[in-house]
């Protein structure tokens, strides 16, 4: 079986790099969350410990310097939703049968691109009969231009009371923004 799991956070850590390392904006929360556990330990986020897997073509089961390139990874940290990277088609199947196999039942929510967060929901639920829905969708917007000084407008803002008018708007745009950013039936 491709799939590597293991409760080393270091090995995790080696395996992981070159993936994680190669869209450090795309994986920015797995990144994150592996730094924390190296500095913190593994029960950082809580009192089960982390599932850490990665997932290698050739099979390899080694987080050694000869070992094939890792090519997909997820990270958990119960009680918080399973983060996946990328999984090629043949590594879902495989995903679940790692995970049952090594005693975990649930997994609760899953965070990643969509199609591959479906595709690991809907092997899992087959697997398992556990039932996932789209609960949010996020966009992850790059920033290409930073301001050298705020414009003048935003280092000193003019302050007066807010009339029934300017909230009526406020409230509109907000409402606007949410019903953009709800999941879609």
Same mark, same amino acid.
């Given at each position: ?9 270091? %090995? ?8 994680? =390392? ?9 990144? *994150? ?7 913190? !330990?593994?029960?950082?986020? !809580?009192?089960?410990? &982390? ?16 070992? =094939? ?7 958990? +940290?119960? &009680? ?16 679940? *049968? ?6 975990? *039942?649930?997994? =609760?929510?899953?965070? !990643? ?5 479906? %595709?690991? @929901? ?6 398992? =009969? ?26 000193? &803002? ?5 009339? &029934? ?9 907000? !409402?606007?923004? %949410? @019903? +953009? ?5």
């Amino acid at each position: 079986m491709p799939w590597t799991l293991t409760p080393d956070i270091e %090995a995790y850590a080696s395996a992981v790099s070159e993936l994680f =390392g190669a869209d450090p904006v795309r994986h920015t929360v797995l990144i *994150t969350v592996l730094a924390s556990l190296i500095k913190h !330990g593994p029960n950082v986020y !809580g009192a089960d410990p &982390p599932v850490l897997a990665w997932w290698s073509p050739d099979g390899t089961q080694s987080a050694s310097a000869d070992a =094939g390139p890792a090519e997909a990874a997820v990270l958990r +940290t119960p &009680p918080h939703p399973m983060h996946l990277t990328s999984l090629p088609e043949p590594a879902v199947a495989s995903l679940v *049968t790692a995970l049952l196999d090594a005693g975990e *039942t649930e997994i =609760g929510s899953i965070i !990643g691109a969509e199609p591959d967060a479906a %595709a690991l @929901a809907a092997a899992w639920s087959a697997a398992t =009969g556990e039932q996932f829905g789209v609960r949010m969708r996020q966009r992850l917007y790059r920033l290409d231009a930073s301001m050298a000084s705020p414009p003048r407008s935003l280092a000193s &803002p003019r302050r007066s009371a807010a009339s &029934p008018g300017s909230v009526r708007s406020i409230l509109r745009r907000i !409402g606007a923004a %949410a @019903a +953009t950013a709800a999941p879609s039936p």
